[in-house]
Every structure is written in C-alpha cells, then in structure tokens.
C-alpha cells in the first residue's frame, strides 16, 4: 500500500491542485489521517463542523432525518469526493448525516485551522472561495436532483 504525505494527498486533488507550495505547506499541517469503519458517522446533523474530509477510499451516505421515517440518503460520496461543507459557513454546523457505507480512509482537515489560515492570509480565502464554490454548487445540484427524483412522482 503507497503511503502519501498529507500534502500529497491535498496536491492531487483537483480543489487543490492549484495551490502554490506555500499555500499546501499552510493547508497540509490542518490535516491529519482517519479512518471509519462501516457503519460509524463521520459527523452527525448538528454537529459542530469542525472539520472537512476528502476522501480517499470507500463510501460514504449523505442522510437527513426525515419525520416518521428512515433517514433519506440525498447524496452518495466516493474516493476523490469532499464531506463536510458546514465548516465554511457561519454557525459552522453539520446540516446532514454522513455515514460510512463502506470502510472509509480519508484526509480530515481541521476547520478552525483552516478558518484561521484564510483570516491570516486573505488571498488563501479568497483562493478557497474560487475554488471551493464550483465543488459545493456541484453538489448541491445533485442532492436537488436526487430529491426531485425521490418526491417528484409524489
């Protein structure tokens, strides 16, 4: 099995892969490595957003609670996708369930030490803002898709 640095790993990945060497050096030490087994959550809704994961391998369920009913999965993400998008946003809260569907490796990035590397470093933000927003307008579209297709017929 290859080992990659943190750095590596932020390198290869297309939100980052357009960041200078500074800025990885910056972003790589907010990272560490984790691992989920099936079954385990991520975060739960509510949850304070405290981190961000990419993922490296295995699955992971997006739910939401739904009244007098099971959780609804409005999203499924794989190796290469991000969880964990409450960390941008003020109050900085988990608006979803994420559950590992499978055994999960991923890269978490702390969000107050990436918080407080685009408060010291503003063009870091606004780099993150241009880079970040594509991601999470790609989602956010899909999980409308998804609900669509779930309640449409209804």
């Not at 994961?53 to 369920?61: E, L, N, P, S, T």
């Not at 063009?123 to 991601?135: C, D, E, I, R, S």
């Amino acid at each position: 099995m290859e080992i990659h640095s943190i750095k590596d790993i932020l390198t290869d990945h297309p939100v980052f892969r357009d960041f200078d060497e500074e800025t990885l050096d910056l972003l790589s030490g907010c990272g560490r490595i984790e691992h989920f087994r099936k079954g385990e959550f991520l975060y739960r809704e509510g949850d304070e957003a405290d981190k961000v994961w990419i993922i490296r391998k295995g699955d992971v369920a997006i739910e939401i609670a739904a009244p007098g009913r099971s959780p609804i999965v409005v999203d499924s993400l794989h190796a290469g996708d991000i969880a964990g998008w409450g960390w941008m946003v003020p109050p900085y809260r988990s608006s979803a369930d994420a559950q590992a569907v499978t055994d999960v490796s991923a890269v978490s990035l702390d969000a107050n030490c990436m918080r407080g590397k685009c408060d010291e470093h503003p063009a870091l933000g606004y780099q993150m803002f241009k880079t970040w927003l594509p991601h999470l307008t790609k989602r956010v579209r899909a999980q409308r898709l998804q609900l669509l297709d779930l309640y449409g017929a209804n």
